[in-house]
């Protein structure tokens, strides 16, 4: 049951630490004790990528399961390039954030699932 348990976290774990500067990202592994877990690692200059993403997301639709909508924001790598999630928000707050990174990184910043607008 433990490797199993094991295999599922090594298998779907996300997340990495790294700094993001004004020239470069640099992505430090994840461990768990001796072992290195699957993910971006590496330093990597800004002009290897392409855009900011801002992912929209859905919330969970079960009944009682809680969480909302919430959006990833992504630096979106060229070919040969990881793209490297940089932030988790919620409340739209994506959108915002992806704007104030992608001027701050001179990238432009693109929305992938961004809910429609219906008028009525």
Same mark, same amino acid.
Do not use: C
């Given at each position: ?5 094991? @295999? ?15 020239? @470069? ?27 900011? @993403? ?40 994506? @959108? ?25």
């Amino acid at each position: 049951m433990l490797f199993f348990f094991s @295999r599922l976290f090594v298998r779907f774990q996300t997340g990495s630490a790294g700094t993001l500067s004004a020239n @470069r990202v640099v992505i430090h592994p994840n461990r768990l004790l001796w072992f290195s877990l699957p993910g971006p690692v590496g330093t990597y200059t800004l002009d290897r990528f392409a855009a900011v @993403r801002v992912e929209f997301r859905m919330g969970p639709v079960q009944p009682g399961v809680q969480g909302g909508p919430n959006e990833v924001v992504w630096l979106a790598g060229r070919p040969g390039t990881p793209d490297i999630a940089l932030a988790r928000t919620s409340d739209g707050a994506g @959108r915002a954030v992806g704007r104030e990174l992608g001027a701050l990184l001179d990238l432009p910043v693109e929305e992938v699932g961004a809910p429609k607008v219906i008028k009525l």
